[in-house]
C-alpha cells in the first residue's frame, strides 16, 4: 500500500457534523455552510445562488448537501448553475461531506455547499 500526505491548501476537510453545525478544519460552523478552494464561510441555503454561482470556473465539481435526507435542488437554481457550467451533485448532507472529502484528498478541483442534519 501507498500512502500519500494530503495537502488540503484552503480548502479544508469535513471532520464531523451534528444537529445544527459542522466541523470543517477544526473550525466549528453553524447553519449552512460553502467550503471549497476559496475556504470556508456561511451559505444563504437554496436562496443564495449568488454565491455558489461565483464558483463557475475554479471547480469542476459544486456537491449540495441537502440535510438529513436527500431532496431536489429549486429548479431555477439548478438551472442557473447548469448554464454557469457548474457540474452539481446533490445528496444528503453526510454523503456529500464523505464523497467531498474522498476528492478532495485526491486534488480534485470541488466545492461543498451543505444544509445541517
Do not use: K
Request: with cysteine; proline share 6%.
Amino acid at each position: 500500500m501507498r500512502l500519500n500526505e494530503i495537502t488540503f491548501t484552503d480548502a479544508r476537510p469535513v471532520e464531523g457534523y451534528g444537529p445544527g453545525f459542522f466541523r470543517i478544519g477544526g473550525d466549528v460552523c453553524t447553519g449552512p455552510v460553502l467550503t471549497g478552494p476559496t475556504g470556508t464561510m456561511a451559505w444563504g441555503g437554496f436562496a443564495d445562488a449568488g454565491t455558489l454561482l461565483a464558483l463557475a470556473g475554479q471547480v469542476d465539481v459544486l456537491f449540495v448537501g441537502t440535510g438529513a435526507d436527500i431532496a431536489h435542488l429549486p429548479e431555477d437554481m439548478q438551472q442557473q448553475l447548469e448554464e454557469a457550467g457548474l457540474g452539481v451533485e446533490v445528496m444528503a448532507s453526510p454523503a456529500a461531506a464523505r464523497t467531498y472529502n474522498i476528492l478532495l484528498s485526491e486534488g480534485r478541483r470541488i466545492a461543498l455547499a451543505m444544509l445541517p442534519v
